[in-house]
């Protein structure tokens, strides 16, 4: 089946620094991206959506200066935290998806821990 | 505007039968997925409905009426390991996944 990787699978960094996540398809070309966020005990929140090679669609509410997506290729995408706050640890998850509409397959998500 | 109802929690007893139903009204169907969710994990993909009927697999099956904007998920024989959340989600005309909030299933002895 499809495998989509992320790394890493958690980091805990100081408050003030940037964190990069990284979203892999390892054995298909995924069209579309998808990066979530989960806080505890709550629903998965799409942040954004992006395609290869084009600018990255963002949520209502979802800063794009903060949250960098990158898709630079059919098989990477990554999303850079910029300048992270505690208020920013949450679990992050990417999906990526090889058709419309398909099946999106989830990574193992990235807990960031923000201290 | 978008909207996909599910019950928030439900518990059930191991071995039992426990039907977990979802309600969507969208800007359009393409089709509609179950995921379960066990805590501190990502979503795994459990069925994906974009005709009226039952599709069967396994212990899980899931149901879809477009008509009523209605879609269920039947487990059978709950086992522990079930104990997750179960997610329901709509492709939109746009393509787009409208996900529900997720019911927490809790399985007891």
């Given at each position: 089946?499809?495998?989509?990787?992320?790394?890493?699978?958690w980091?805990?960094?100081?408050?003030?620094?940037?964190?990069?996540?990284?979203?892999?398809?390892l054995?298909?070309?995924?069209?579309?991206?998808?990066?979530?966020r989960q806080?505890?005990?709550?629903?998965?929140?799409?942040m954004a959506?992006?395609?290869?090679?084009?600018?990255?669609?963002?949520?209502?509410?979802v800063?794009?200066?903060?949250?960098?997506?990158?898709?630079?290729?059919?098989?990477?995408s990554?999303?850079?935290?910029?300048?992270?706050?505690?208020?920013?640890?949450?679990?992050?998850?990417?999906?990526?998806r090889?058709?419309?509409?398909?099946?999106?397959?989830?990574?193992?998500?990235?807990?960031?821990?923000?201290? | 505007?978008?909207?996909?109802?599910?019950?928030?929690?439900?518990?059930?007893?191991?071995g039992?039968?426990?039907?977990?139903?979802?309600?969507?009204?969208?800007?359009?169907?393409?089709?509609?997925?179950?995921?379960?969710?066990?805590?501190?994990?990502?979503?795994?993909?459990?069925?994906?409905?974009?005709?009226?009927?039952?599709?069967?697999?396994?212990?899980?099956?899931?149901?879809?009426?477009?008509?009523?904007?209605?879609?269920?998920?039947?487990?059978k024989?709950?086992?522990?390991?079930d104990?997750?959340?179960?997610?329901?989600?709509?492709v939109?005309?746009?393509?787009?996944?409208?996900w529900?909030?997720?019911?927490?299933?809790?399985?007891?002895?």
């Amino acid at each position: 089946g499809a495998v989509v990787s992320q790394h890493p699978s958690w980091v805990i960094c100081k408050s003030g620094t940037s964190v990069k996540i990284e979203c892999r398809s390892l054995d298909f070309q995924a069209t579309t991206m998808f990066w979530y966020r989960q806080f505890p005990k709550q629903s998965l929140m799409l942040m954004a959506t992006s395609n290869e090679g084009s600018k990255a669609t963002y949520e209502q509410g979802v800063e794009k200066d903060k949250f960098l997506i990158n898709h630079a290729s059919l098989t990477l995408s990554t999303l850079t935290v910029t300048s992270a706050h505690p208020e920013d640890s949450s679990f992050y998850i990417c999906s990526a998806r090889d058709r419309e509409p398909g099946e999106q397959y989830f990574g193992p998500g990235t807990r960031l821990t923000v201290t | 505007g978008q909207n996909i109802d599910q019950p928030t929690e439900m518990t059930a007893t191991e071995g039992a039968i426990v039907q977990i139903n979802c309600t969507y009204q969208t800007s359009g169907f393409n089709g509609l997925f179950w995921y379960q969710q066990h805590a501190g994990e990502a979503p795994t993909f459990l069925s994906y409905n974009v005709l009226d009927g039952l599709e069967e697999k396994g212990r899980f099956s899931s149901f879809l009426s477009r008509s009523k904007g209605y879609s269920y998920l039947l487990l059978k024989e709950l086992q522990m390991k079930d104990s997750a959340s179960y997610l329901c989600a709509v492709v939109d005309s746009n393509y787009q996944l409208i996900w529900g909030a997720g019911t927490k299933l809790i399985i007891k002895p």
